[in-house]
């Protein structure tokens, strides 16, 4: 019996939720997995899951198996990574979740830069602004725009993410400009829908009161930028993060409303779940990523070409 390929069976069908969804990930075969699962318990002298005809859940033992396996794991792994990041290049494969807008415009181009310096690590992207279960689907890290709320995950802050208030000439000259987050329940909002109560702004005013406003969606989508290009031509008023609006700003063609209500503060992270130890290839892509952001000329431009333009609106 091989123990720890047993042992990482085990863990497969933990993180997969299934024996058959751990032998596709695997590339093996489900009678494989299988037996090495009977295998282990045998070895081990215990049931690891409750079985039943639609799924498989961890017994009591299974589940302290499960986080010792782990770790376990991640120690051979660390220690082949270590070993082989002294005797060469970071080397093997990193599956990661991205944010569309976000990961394109900014995200893109630090991986390309990331792969030229790395050229024997592989990468396996999904662009999605959808929220994924980094354990379930297999995902060494997954890139989130977000508040964060307390999770099982761990989380390093990349970047500042600001959201700003805006809408076309075209559209204030027709129906006027709004002068109070009151006032938004009568004009057209173009909302991001993949949030959760996304028919209220949350704006906080200069004494840091939250103040959570009603709006009607006149369109919905689940993509900013065309979002952002509907706002440009005049469909109505959008709430927006300003690394997709800034360029519009600038030019003109979106106008800052609103300016002294400052929406809910964001930021852009990296999450990856909470082993003992990080593998190589993860530690390495993360602190490249917050090195980038930090200080980096491109985002500080965008900010302060943002603000500067918010003021002249006002004036």
């Known amino acids: 019996m091989d123990r720890f390929e047993n042992m990482n069976a085990f863990v497969r069908v933990v993180e997969a939720g299934s024996i058959s969804a751990a032998a596709d990930r695997m590339d093996v075969a489900k009678s494989m997995v299988s037996r090495r699962l009977k295998e282990l318990e045998q070895h081990l002298g215990v049931e690891l899951f409750h079985r039943t005809t639609r799924q498989m859940n961890l017994t009591d033992s299974g589940r302290a198996f499960y986080q010792q396996s782990v770790r376990i ?17 970071l080397r093997g494969s990193l599956k990661i979740a991205l944010p569309l807008s976000f990961g394109l415009m900014h995200l893109g181009p630090a991986i390309s830069e990331f792969m030229q310096a790395h050229p024997e690590i592989t990468f396996d992207l999904d662009f999605n602004d959808r929220q994924v279960d980094i354990l379930t689907e297999g995902f060494d890290l997954a890139i989130r725009i977000a508040s964060l709320s307390d999770s099982s995950l761990i989380a390093r802050r990349l970047a500042p993410i600001q959201a700003i208030m805006c809408a076309s000439p075209a559209y204030l000259e027709h129906m006027g400009e709004p002068q109070s987050p009151e006032e938004l329940i009568s004009h057209r909002c173009l909302v991001y829908n993949l949030i959760s109560n996304f028919e209220n702004w949350n704006l906080y005013d200069i004494q840091g009161q939250l103040i959570k406003t009603k709006i009607m969606p006149y369109l919905k989508a689940s993509n900013g930028e065309f979002l952002r290009d509907a706002a440009v031509d005049g469909l109505g008023i959008i709430l927006m993060p300003t690394f997709i609006v800034h360029r519009e700003i600038e030019s003109g063609a979106l106008k800052p409303l609103l300016t002294e209500y400052k929406p809910s503060s964001l930021a852009a992270y990296a999450i990856y ?40 609106s006002i004036k």
């Open 73 to 89: 794991l991640a120690d051979i792994l660390e220690a082949e990574h270590a070993t082989s990041q002294f005797h060469g290049a």
């Open 273 to 312: 779940p909470q082993t003992r130890h990080l593998s190589q290839r993860v530690r390495a892509f993360v602190e490249f990523l917050i090195k980038r952001f930090e200080g980096s000329p491109y985002w500080d431009l965008c900010l302060k070409n943002l603000n500067n333009a918010s003021e002249n």
